[in-house]
């Protein structure tokens, strides 16, 4: 059985796609609805899937997804740490952790040290995946074996992985694209146009790139599902929440704080990380002023524009 910890789009869609495999348990914290999570409007909940508030009942499955924001994770390894021992472990997290500067893979493995970790990331909307539209993911483990075998269990007719062993690169790309689509959605929502945002997905690439690649991932990654992949889509819809919240940054419209922004966290992140290796991230740290609006958007973007000219 497969046991998916937290209720909210994401961990509500994979349910609803993983039934096709096997039953499942997904369970939340708090759940005040039946039959539909009103995140999820339109989208039934199969009969194979348990929802509960019982932690012991999910945390009895031997594979677990872990569907929890990048920000709360920590807390709840904290908490749970022990009780994942000797599981199959995968984050579906994107993020980097402002308190460790790490992705959930480094948090995972050091709660759960003989837990098999793996990384499930690519460029995917909770609604496409709930609704059975065709989507492919990157599956990221060390173990190729242990990969091998999440592969099988994880996927279904039409949501297909692929399997890597760059857990850093996989991760990586995940979550630095968050940070790139909010940079996007704010050239939109300041009427700059479609070629500033191009200039903006493609410098912001080899932003990803670059950082990735001092971290240890291979650069044939951040090519792939996890990083390419991902980053053209969040970049190119409204579907996704870090595009919008730029969209709102760059027409200086209202946004709802109790919407979740991964990229706006991972941007400070990102900023903390530049100033302890010495990495040149230009547009991770007007992001980052940007989401705390330490900075207007007329000035981030003449600060962008006025950087020397150089060789791409």
């Known amino acids: 059985m497969i046991g998916i910890l937290g209720a909210g789009a994401f961990g509500t869609a994979l349910a609803v796609a993983l039934t096709a495999n096997r039953p499942v348990t997904l369970w939340g914290r708090r759940i005040d609805w039946q039959g539909e999570n009103p995140r999820l409007p339109g989208v039934a909940m199969p009969d194979a899937v348990t929802v509960t508030q019982d ?10 997804l872990l569907a929890l924001p990048a920000q709360a994770l920590g807390s709840f390894l904290d908490e749970q ?29 050091q709660a759960a040290p003989d837990a098999v970790v793996a990384v499930l990331t690519g460029p995917s909307f909770a ?13 990221a483990c060390a173990d190729g074996a242990a990969a091998q075998v999440l592969q099988d269990r994880l996927s279904t007719p039409v949501l297909r992985l692929y399997r890597t062993t760059d857990v850093t690169g996989a991760e990586l790309g995940g979550a630095l694209k968050n940070v790139i689509a909010i940079a996007a959605g704010t050239v939109i929502g300041a009427g700059l146009g479609d070629s500033a945002r191009a200039a903006i997905i493609t410098r912001g690439f080899a932003e990803m790139t670059r950082l990735a690649i001092h971290l240890g991932a291979r650069p044939e ?25 730029g969209c709102a940054i760059g027409s200086g419209s209202a946004w709802d704080s109790a919407t979740t922004v991964e990229g ?26 940007l989401a705390e609006g330490r900075v207007s958007v007329e000035k981030a973007m003449d600060h962008l524009l006025s950087r020397p000219l150089k060789e791409e």
């Open 127 to 139: 609604a496409d995946i709930a609704r059975g539209l065709p989507t492919a993911l990157t599956l």
């Open 55 to 64: 932690l012991d009942a999910a945390l009895a499955c031997d594979t677990i």
């Open 264 to 289: 706006a966290a991972t941007a400070r992140a990102l900023a903390l990380m530049a100033a302890r290796d010495g990495l040149d991230l230009p547009i991770a740290a007007m992001v980052a002023r």
């Open 221 to 245: 990654t951040l090519t792939g599902l996890s990083g390419l992949g991902d980053l053209t889509l969040t970049c190119t819809s409204a579907g996704s929440r870090n595009f919008r919240f």
């Open 81 to 109: 740490g022990p009780r994942l021992a000797g599981k199959a472990l995968v984050s579906t997290a994107k993020g980097i952790d402002l308190q460790h500067l790490t992705g959930p893979s480094a948090l995972i493995a």
